[in-house]
């Protein structure tokens, strides 16, 4: 509930795609981005804000980086657990996120809550549904961007009316209505940009080097003819023939005239826009995603665990993201569906994915460490191991014992020749003639091993074992 003790039951988030701010990514500079930026530290964040809205629109490379950054957490498997697995209570308000999971408000939720791992934030406006039950979430809104209001030192909501239009009045972000979730640890206040203001003069300087390349390559990159004549006549032939060979595709001159086809872009000039293209690359995928080594094929030398030590870096960006994120959802989500319907439990945990194939292989083999050592993870560990491996365990079940003392065959009232069909099928008629027959456990065994010399089986240690076990319960049935 908010601080009015009300269930917001009606969106007040409303907003025309059409009052968005123009793109302005034509008059883009230096200069203008630096505006923007101490605009936002000032409290009117949207022109920045709009600002990040191009870039990663039009940046195929943002674009892309960031989309595998969202992606490593959203392709990952959810899981819900209760906080306390012994409490009834926290086991039904676990039941009742669970059925959350599935559903189109909870991926609305995530998808655009992931976004606050380049912004400073990212909000959604949470709307509830009156049940026979109780309250379950209808609908959860993305609020854009273009709404998040810092001139008064915090964020607020700029008021919309029924059309979707912006007005100049705002409200609070109340935690009862809005989901405001965080993803990084950066220690600077939301209008100072986030991750993503890091990568703005990158991704600039990456846009204009593209502009930069494409105007050398009009400029220089088509060669041209260069004539050498004698005298004034030479001059007007060679004109009037370079004229043509523009329509014709060829020219024809006279064997004393010189013509050559000069090249004017050179090598060096050319490789040096598409290095620092790579360079911007590789700076906006550190940032993003941790490593470079998914958008570029760079050589890393054999043996040289370059490769591997990328991937355990983005791994930890994943890891980090989904923690985050889980817990923003437990708290201002999960917890608050578990006390608007009356359940004084704790809010269950939820586990993105898991840890990486490598980490999983590691908790596993440290478990049968532990087994070979006498000991074992008790209740706690088991639900520790459960959250980092992703899905479900628990512990084995030991199989029956099939030692005839136990408790159950001896108190079984049933004869030594039915105790020996149970033990095996592949004893002999003629082995339960020698149990039944023989005075001593002496004259078992050595009957028992002169019939097996005699008739050899594959299985003829189990069988004189089976036939010992079933002489020895006959013992202990008549008091021998």
């Known amino acids: 509930m908010d601080e009015l003790g009300m269930i917001p039951e009606d969106a007040v988030t409303i907003f025309n795609e059409r009052n968005e701010i123009p793109s302005d990514l034509r008059q883009l500079t230096a200069s203008g981005l630096l505006s923007k930026i101490e605009e936002a530290q000032g409290g009117n964040t949207y022109e920045l804000f709009a600002t ?5 629109s039009a940046d195929n490379h943002v674009q892309s980086e960031f989309e595998k950054r969202k992606g490593a957490v ?3 498997t959810i899981s819900v657990q209760a906080w306390d697995k012994a409490s009834p209570l926290d086991v039904r308000a676990k039941d009742l996120c669970s059925g959350l999971l599935d559903s189109e408000p909870f991926e609305v939720a995530r998808e655009w809550l992931l976004n606050a791992s380049l912004y400073p934030v990212a909000v959604v406006e949470k709307i509830f549904r009156r049940t026979p039950a109780g309250f379950a979430i209808k609908e959860i809104r993305k609020v854009p ?20 239009s912006v007005l100049p009045t705002t409200h609070a972000a109340d935690p009862g209505r809005y989901i ?32 930069w390349w494409a105007d050398l390559l009009e400029r220089f990159g088509t060669p041209f003819m260069k004539g050498k ?10 004109e009037r023939a370079f004229r043509l060979a523009v329509r014709l595709g060829g020219i024809v001159i006279h064997k004393d005239t010189e013509v050559e086809i000069v090249q004017a872009i050179s090598g ?34 054999i043996g040289g665990g370059a490769s591997g030590l990328q991937s355990e870096v983005r791994d930890d960006i994943r890891q980090a993201d989904a923690r985050m994120l889980s817990r923003t959802i437990r708290n201002q989500l999960f917890t608050q569906l578990c006390a608007v319907n009356g359940l004084a439990a704790n809010a269950p945990k939820i586990t993105f994915g898991s840890e990486s194939a490598s980490e999983i292989k590691h908790i596993v083999s440290g478990v049968k460490d532990l087994y070979d050592a006498g000991l074992e993870p008790d209740d706690d560990g088991l639900s520790t191991i459960q959250e980092r491996v992703g899905f479900g365990i628990r512990r084995r079940s030991q199989p029956s014992p099939m030692s005839p003392f136990s408790a159950a ?8 020749v039915e105790r020996m069909a149970n033990v095996s099928e592949s004893v002999d008629k003629a082995i339960k003639q020698i ?8 004259e078992c065994l050595r009957k028992v091993k002169d019939y097996l010399a005699k008739n050899p089986t594959s299985d003829a240690s189990e069988t004189l074992a089976e036939a010992m076990d079933a002489y020895a319960e006959r013992a202990l049935k008549s008091g021998r």
Request: hydrophobic share 35%.
């Open 52 to 56: 990040y809205r191009d870039l990663i």
């Open 74 to 76: 959203l392709k990952d």
């Open 145 to 164: 961007y273009r709404l998040l209001d810092y001139r008064d030192g915090v964020l607020k909501i700029y008021d919309t009316d029924k059309d979707g």
């Open 180 to 211: 405001i979730h965080r993803g990084h640890t950066m220690p600077l206040p939301d209008t100072w940009g986030g991750p993503m203001r890091s990568i703005l003069f990158w991704s600039l300087l990456r846009s204009n080097d593209r502009q």
């Open 229 to 238: 004549y004698r005298d004034a006549a030479g001059k007007a032939v060679l």
């Open 268 to 301: 060096d000039s050319s490789n040096s826009h598409e290095r620092f293209l790579d360079i911007c690359n590789k700076e906006i995928s550190k940032l993003i995603v941790g490593q470079t080594l998914s958008s570029t094929a760079d050589p890393t030398g």
């Open 409 to 416: 065959a001896l108190s079984a009232d049933v004869s030594p």
């Open 435 to 442: 149990v039944l027959a023989s005075e001593s456990s002496s």
